[in-house]
């Protein structure tokens, strides 16, 4: 049964540690990652984009499965179905469809659209009972078509937001999506500092999780992030173990081309980098 984010990351701001949210984009990736929380007793967050909404044919189509993934594998953590960086219009698609926690990130907006817009959005979410994630100041880089300047979140603005509401909230404090550069300057802690000295024991989460070192993954954590979102690494390991696969000729082998061993090795790829999150985000066991 899905949840709720809410409980779930409350527990984790009062347990100190974080619960992942991992990208999902086909079956492949929804069963590694839920199977390897059951296997971990770890809450988890799938998260879904517009655009691997769209590739899945539809938010309708995403719920089914995960709902029915759920059921015949006996996943008993507590996982939340949340989309990620929605659109106005895609929350209510998401609502409409049956997912348990959205996302509404109107950071590109004026900070009075923003506000209006999330404010009726936490209205028809909480009507429902599901989460609602906002964001701040918007996150650098690009992912799946969402592309962002990478704004530090004004606190003050920050404040505003969290007092609509919301269960939990994105702030840009010099986090970026994709790989990392080589200059990038690092997470901005005095930033998130402020804001979590205005919005008290709220919920903040830290998206562009990949390539984060752990020692800033493990600051941030004191500071209040109780999410944080991984979609690159998973696709840089399931990309990584598939050209070996490849480059071995196993393919050839057999029928080493059928689509179930093709696609195994990615799977175990994803698996691998999941369960190495969970453990430096401090969310085994917290289930």
Known sequence: MLVTATEMLKKAVEGHYAVGQFNINNLEWTKAILTTAQENNSPVILGVSEGAGKYM????TVAAMVKAMMESLNITVPVALHLDHGTYEG????IKAGFSSIMFDGSHFPIDEN??????LVHAAHNIGLSIEAEV???GGEEDGVVGA??????????RIADLGVDFLAAGIGNIHGKYPANWKG???GALAKIKELIGDLPLVLHGGTGIPADMIKEAISLGVAK??????????FQDATRKYIEAGKDLEGKGYDPRKLLAPGYEGIKTIVKEKMELFGSIDKA
């Open 137 to 139: 100041g918007s996150i």
């Open 228 to 237: 944080i979102n991984v979609n690159t690494e998973c696709q840089l390991y």
């Open 57 to 60: 044919t539809g938010f309708g």
């Open 91 to 94: 929350c209510y698609k998401c």
């Open 150 to 159: 990478g704004e530090i979140a004004d606190p003050a603005e920050c404040k």
């Open 187 to 189: 997470l901005d802690f």
């Open 115 to 120: 506000v209006a817009k999330t404010t009726e």
